[in-house]
């Protein structure tokens, strides 16, 4: 199979590159792997096919794969000759939420290519020319409370949003630059590329990296921000100032909104980046804390009847589930709850 002359199209449709996509076979993974190393080339087209499997295959929230099933609806009603088609119909089509999801979402793409040509040859007279066509859309993407949510950019680079984080970024980067908009809390492993720096803007703070791994908290209720640098190097700015800092592996920078100070820091990896891996660790935590990331880590809400002791809780929980970091939190810090539906009362 001569798979250099392949688009994106080609890729996400062929079997064994379906199967490296999913981990599905070891011996296609292991063949895709080594044709890459061969083909190097040929990355970023590798990367553009995977992001829109991504998106098909519904690596996303619930929620977000509605949202997708939704738009689909919209622009298919704009068809004339299928304007009319039942929602039934489409729900019901064979796989549409099984591992055939796959299948489906490849399947609906192809008929809905299908009839948007049928729709675009009535249509032809209506054509916009270039410099009439819209401007690249900005996407957004967000992790709901009690989720995480790991995006991937047609560039390659991987970012995984906290719970209660949301991002948007252009369909399409700038040729000079990849830049992308964080509310929240994210962890970046970015793909180098020197002539398309790789820019986050958070709280007033732009981020500038080649190629990096990187987590930026940027929680409005704190009133500041945090960068902290994992590998490669960064250049943050902030803008009212137009004050520069550059950060070196394991150095972590903290900007203060009321005061403007900015103070620069070594990390503990465990604590500030634990989470992408399911881990809450707490330092001296005070009660204030604990409330803040159990409410938003679990979606849930705590209400505290009597305060508990506040002398503050070191500790850490590993893909824990609500009632077993309760009850771990009851003994140490000495306070008894109950579980009211998504409610917890602490007393």
Known sequence: MDYKSFDIEDFMTDQSFLNYYLGANPADVKFWVEWLKINPEKA???????????????????????????????????????????DTVIREMPGWRSYSRLVAGLSLLIVFSLLYYTWQSQNSTES??????????????????????TIVLKDGSKIKLNSG????????????????????EAYFEVEHNASQPFIVNSGGIRTKVLGTSFN?????????????????????????SHEKVTLSPNELLEVDNETNDMSKRSFEPSKELGWKDGIIQFKEAKTDEITEV??????????????PSNK???????????????????FSIGFNYKLEGNTVIIY
């Open 44 to 86: 970023e087209i590798i990367a553009q096919a995977k992001y829109k499997l991504d998106i098909i295959y519904n690596k996303l929230p619930d929620n977000e794969y509605d949202e997708e099933y939704a738009k689909f609806k919209k622009n298919i009603s704009l068809i004339k000759p299928y304007k009319n088609i039942d």
């Open 128 to 149: 916009l020319s270039e410099s009439e066509l819209p401007k690249s859309n900005m996407i957004e993407k967000y992790a709901n409370k009690g989720q995480k949510n």
């Open 165 to 184: 984080s949301k991002i948007r970024f252009p369909e399409n980067f700038e040729e000079d630059k990849r830049e992308v908009f964080l509310e929240g």
């Open 216 to 240: 930026i908290k940027n929680i409005e209720s704190h009133n500041k921000v945090e960068i902290a640098l994992v590998t490669g190097k960064v250049e943050i700015v902030k803008n009212a």
């Open 294 to 307: 159990l409410e938003n880590w679990y979606d849930t809400k705590i209400v505290i009847k009597n305060t």
């Open 312 to 330: 503050g809780f070191t500790g850490e929980f590993d893909n824990e589930s609500l009632e077993t970091v309760l009850q771990g939190l009851s």
